[in-house]
């Protein structure tokens, strides 16, 4: 089974651009969370969706964005880049259920200069 | 508001050797999980070990044992025969129970494994 596929693995934006980041769950997860890691603020989240809904919501200004489609792959957006958005974007895909796990990608990591 | 505190930004150990890495947690809800995330220095994220706090059991996994102290709120993680492979960061992670995936990390412990 593969596991979960974050695109790109890499990217380069200036200030003021917007980007968007990919996370294709494992096969069978309907719900993806996405994080946010820095060497100042740890990891951080962002936010969740199930079922094409967002789920929970973490306390980061609304130029962050998301949503899920109904392959359950999941789109994060960050418009009007800040430097401070520089970080490692994590995506995880879990099944549904209260004993549910969540399976993480290798991460997307973006530069703002 | 629940949150994660692991003391122990750096820790050093020999192969084959023992060490206990500590996290400890605050929270008013009585249905939650815990969680040891490894993260190596590929990035991806590794789960470790998971404890459901209505388990009064400690979790162990082959060599990852913790051991759950509910009434302290303490929740540590113990990797008896460490192997090089076991270098790594890692992560304590509390969720509540319910409708929610949402993960509360601690800052983390970078683990270092001396031949």
């Known amino acids: 089974k593969a596991g979960v596929t974050q695109t790109p693995r890499y990217l380069i934006k200036t200030r003021g651009q917007q980007v968007t980041l990919s996370c294709s769950p494992i096969?069978?997860?309907?719900?993806v969370s996405w994080y946010q890691q820095t060497p100042g603020q740890g990891l951080q989240f962002l936010f969740e969706y199930f079922s094409e809904t967002q789920r929970n919501k973490g306390n980061f200004p609304g130029r962050f964005s998301g949503r899920q489609f109904s392959n359950s792959r999941s789109e994060m957006n960050v418009s009007t880049l800040e430097l401070g958005d520089s970080a490692l974007y994590l995506c995880?895909?879990?099944?549904?259920?209260?004993?549910?796990?969540?399976?993480f990608g290798a991460g997307t990591r973006l530069s703002v200069l | 508001a629940q949150t994660v505190t692991q003391s122990q930004p750096e820790m050093s150990v020999q192969e084959a050797e023992t060490v206990t890495l500590s996290c400890t947690y605050d929270t008013s809800e009585s249905d939650y999980y815990l969680f040891w995330y490894k993260q190596p220095p590929s990035r991806q994220m590794i789960l470790v070990i998971r404890?459901?706090?209505?388990?009064?059991q400690n979790a162990t996994e082959n060599r990852f044992s913790v051991n759950f102290q509910k009434a302290a709120k303490s929740f540590s993680l113990k990797i008896s025969d460490s192997q090089l492979g076991d270098a790594a960061m890692y992560f304590c992670a509390y969720r509540r129970g319910g409708a929610t995936n949402k993960l509360i990390f601690g800052t983390g412990t970078l683990l270092a494994v001396q031949p």
């Open positions: 404890q459901e706090a209505y388990k009064q």
């Open positions: 096969s069978g997860h309907r719900s």
């Open positions: 995880a895909s879990s099944t549904t259920g209260t004993e549910n796990i969540q399976y």
